[in-house]
């Protein structure tokens, strides 16, 4: 089955700074890449997602870029803000049918 | 619309004992799923399907069992409960084969098995 590997395990940054996550995918056949954030508590949301089609996609300060060549896609939110301090999954798909998570990164933003 | 629900929130169990959560949704959505949350592991499905009368297992099926009598509920049986299985229990259900895989995730259930 599908292996999904994420980076960092925890990220502290200062507000204002940009943070980065990368994951990595082992099955070639995956073709859905969608990103969620869990808040302490909460369910896992979706923030923004990725398919193999499409290199780049960015909504405000969120942005994810996918590297099939690579077999890694990487989540890039700019400006940090505290509300941004959660828990951020990544997750690979190739049939719509199961999705492989990766092992989440505790983002924690310093004001 | 209520989205995805969950219950109970909350459940304590002695090793041995059975209970079913339970997963609702009012989209009307095909795909239904299980996963549980593990500190440090991620989430990781248990069981899914695909439309009523439909399951099939995922990473992770032991000791859980599903049926899907009815497109709106998909609930998750554990026929005799063990420690390894406290955890944070996830339902989730997608508009499957509409090219939309978006997951929309229930709160969750807590449980605790002593």
């Known amino acids: 089955g599908e292996n999904v590997e994420q980076h960092p395990s925890t990220l502290s940054v200062q507000e204002g700074d940009s943070a980065v996550i990368k994951c990595t995918y082992s099955?070639?056949?995956?073709?859905?890449f969608p990103w969620y954030k869990q808040e302490l508590g909460k369910r896992p949301q979706l923030i923004i997602d990725i398919r193999s089609n499409v290199g780049e996609k960015k909504d405000q300060r969120i942005a994810v870029t996918l590297n099939k060549t690579a077999k890694h896609f990487s989540l890039h939110i700019t400006e940090t803000q505290p509300e941004d301090s959660a828990v951020y999954f990544c997750?690979?798909?190739?049939?719509?049918?199961?999705?492989?998570f990766g092992t989440g990164t505790s983002l924690t933003v310093i004001p | 619309n209520a989205g995805v629900t969950q219950t109970p929130k909350f459940q304590v169990l002695k090793t041995g004992q059975s209970m079913t959560l339970q997963c609702a949704q009012d989209m009307n959505h095909e795909y239904m799923s299980w996963y549980r949350q593990d500190p440090g592991m991620g989430l990781r499905l248990i069981h899914y399907s695909v439309g009523a009368g439909i399951t099939d297992q995922g990473e992770v099926p032991n000791g859980y069992n599903v049926s899907r009598s009815t497109t709106e509920d998909f609930p998750l049986r554990l026929l005799s409960a063990a420690p390894s299985q406290t955890s944070v229990y996830f339902c989730?259900?997608?508009?499957w084969g509409k090219g939309l895989e978006t997951q929309y995730f229930g709160p969750g259930t807590r449980l605790l098995v002593l």
């Open positions: 099955d070639s056949a995956s073709n859905y």
């Open positions: 997750a690979a798909s190739n049939t719509g049918n199961q999705f492989y």
């Open positions: 989730a259900s997608t508009p």
